[in-house]
Nanobody, 122 residues
Framework: QVQLVESGGGLVQAGGSLRLSCAAS????????MGWFRQAPGKEREFVAA????????YYADSVKGRFTISRDNAKNTVYLQMNSLNVGDTAVYYC???????????????WGQGTQVTVSS
């Protein structure tokens, strides 16, 4: 069982940066691949980034590649999403998720956080 709590969301101007954090409970965090997803108003939830258990493997959606960086600190049971060069299209609720494999599909993840709002103003 893993519980996930996201933080770090907020309001930022276009071109700015934010770093999201996702803190996981439990001693088995290191066994899980972690993912970030987002859901904009009126749209389906979409994949943003994923990272393997050791941090050596990462995947990104094309829309964020080169701007976002996913990382993890297994000693702190935390996964991060550094978001740079934000634009209005990045406005969404961001969710972290834990699963067995770092995949883009939601069905690869069995545990989800409650989400944190990111709003980018023009």
């Amino acid at each position: 069982q893993v519980q996930l709590v996201e933080s770090g969301g907020g309001l930022v101007q276009a071109g700015g940066s934010l770093r999201l954090s996702c803190a996981a409970s439990g001693r088995t965090f290191v066994r899980y691949a972690m993912g970030w997803f987002r859901q904009a108003p009126g749209k389906e939830r979409e994949f943003v980034a994923a990272i393997g258990w050791s941090g050596g493997v990462t995947y990104y959606a094309d829309s964020v590649k080169g701007r976002f960086t996913i990382s993890r600190d297994n000693a702190k049971n935390t996964v991060y999403l550094q978001m740079n060069s934000l634009n209005v299209g990045d406005t969404a609720v961001y969710y972290c998720a834990a699963g067995n494999y770092p995949r883009a599909g939601e069905d690869a993840y069995g545990y989800w956080g409650q989400g944190t709002q990111v709003t980018v103003s023009s």
